[in-house]
């Protein structure tokens, strides 16, 4: 499935670099819902699948309501907040955010703790959130199920951390009042108590902040691009990372999946991993030359054959391994996706007149395995935890390489400048 994300990411780039010069006037909110109540509808595949055309009208009516009282990031979360009634997971709001908290933060075990940080707090590395300005994380996760699809365990959590360091929602959601710093408590395992404050940086990109990291020595991290492979030829394991279902035009997929190939056809694996875990989707297309071959290799067994899944998991990712599943004996292992096995999509998109956002839409359903619902579930779920991830250990790949040994070289430590 192409999802013209390519075209996303320009949207998103250039409202985000334009900047917002205007102030929006409560004129420009009811031109904008009026647009949105006329134009979502006649473009969406099938707005009301599991809404009525009166609630959605009704929920757009109430946003107008209080136009008196809006601002931008207001009005923004009340689109996601519409969006939600929706119950569309490809049907969403990208709106313009050109401020971001210098913080990274994961899920472990349904609490949130840091990952990344800006280097003046290097130390609180692998502490657990408590609070966001006096807004307790209880609190903050009932007023995110407020704007982000919940349902879906694995697409909520994955949302929550991708906007938890966003302080224009915050501000949209009430939790802090500026979008230029937030205040956060944290909690470390001996129960310390630590507050600081976090000044927001210009951009919407954390990876262009010099943030420190914990847990760098992990497979999953040591390379970058769309796609690649790392062989293990100590325990003849061969990893095969596909981070995004998108063509590298400088090695096109087709010559890679060849190349994968001839390695396996030369070494004789004994296993193969194919990580899904941070594939957010594009073109489910891509993978067809290496989902033909491998159903057709020695390796199509549950005991040679492993397929990595999680909460990052979603779109046309979700298509593959859902064919990977229904077509082949690999095992899954990992957490439920935060996409439906079956699920609207083929994602189109319309800004609004007067705010710019975009409103992403649905243009397809895609039936790929009939009479399923919810998300595609793991055969071994993994519990992961804050413990194992500092320490650069991944409990996914333990349960394939049960002592899988540090590679070679110089020590990499727990924490690193990421640039």
């Not at 985000?16 to 949105?36: I, N, P, R, Y």
């Not at 802090?176 to 210009?202: G, P, W, Y």
């Not at 899954?332 to 083929?346: D, L, P, R």
Request: a positive charge; aromatic letters at 12%.
């Amino acid at each position: 499935m192409i999802m013209n994300k390519l075209l996303f990411t320009i949207l998103f780039v250039l409202v985000s670099t334009l900047g917002f010069s205007q102030t929006l006037t409560k004129a420009d909110f009811l031109e904008d819902l009026d647009f949105l109540k006329r134009t979502l509808p006649a473009k969406h595949t099938n707005l009301f699948a599991k809404t009525t055309k009166a609630t959605f009208e009704k929920l757009v009516d109430d946003i107008a309501s209080k136009a008196d009282s809006l601002n931008y990031e207001t009005f923004t979360v009340a689109l996601f907040k519409l969006m939600v009634s929706i119950k569309d997971e490809h049907t969403f709001v990208e709106a313009k955010f050109n401020r971001i908290l210098p913080i990274q933060l994961d899920m472990f075990n349904d609490e949130v703790y840091i990952t990344a940080i800006d280097p003046a707090f290097a130390s609180l590395l692998g502490t657990k959130l408590v609070a966001i300005n006096k807004h307790s994380f209880k609190q903050i996760n009932a007023l995110f199920k407020e704007a982000i699809l919940s349902e879906n365990r694995s697409y909520f959590n994955d949302h929550l951390l991708r906007f938890i360091n966003n302080p224009a929602f915050l501000k949209g959601l009430g939790i802090i009042d500026s979008d230029k710093e937030a205040a956060f408590t944290f909690v470390d395992r001996n129960n310390k108590i630590s507050k600081i404050k976090l000044t927001s940086s210009e951009g919407n990109d954390l990876k262009k902040l010099n943030l420190t990291a914990g847990a760098v020595n992990l497979l999953s991290k040591k390379k970058k691009g769309n796609y690649w492979y790392d062989y293990d030829a100590a325990h003849k394991i061969l990893y095969f990372n596909y981070t995004t279902c998108r063509e590298d035009p400088a090695h096109p997929f087709d010559q890679f999946n060849q190349e994968l190939f001839t390695l396996i056809n030369a070494e004789h694996p004994n296993k193969i991993v194919l990580d899904l875990r941070y594939n957010n989707g594009g073109n489910s297309g891509i993978l067809t030359p290496f989902i033909d071959q491998i159903k057709n290799s020695y390796l199509n067994r549950k005991d040679s054959f492993f397929v990595l899944i999680g909460k990052n998991t979603f779109s046309s990712a979700v298509m593959n391994a859902v064919e990977l599943k229904k077509n082949s004996n690999a095992t899954f292992i990992g957490e439920e996706t935060s996409g439906s096995i079956n699920h609207y999509g083929e994602v189109r998109g319309f800004s609004l007149p007067k705010s710019d956002i975009v409103i992403a839409y649905s243009t397809k359903y895609w039936e790929v395995w009939k009479g399923k619902k919810g998300p595609l579930k793991p055969d071994i779920d993994i519990k992961y935890t804050i413990e194992n991830y500092m320490k650069g250990k991944d409990e996914a790949l333990m349960s394939i390489w049960p002592q899988r040994p540090q590679p070679k070289g110089k020590p990499i430590s727990s924490a690193l400048i990421l640039q």
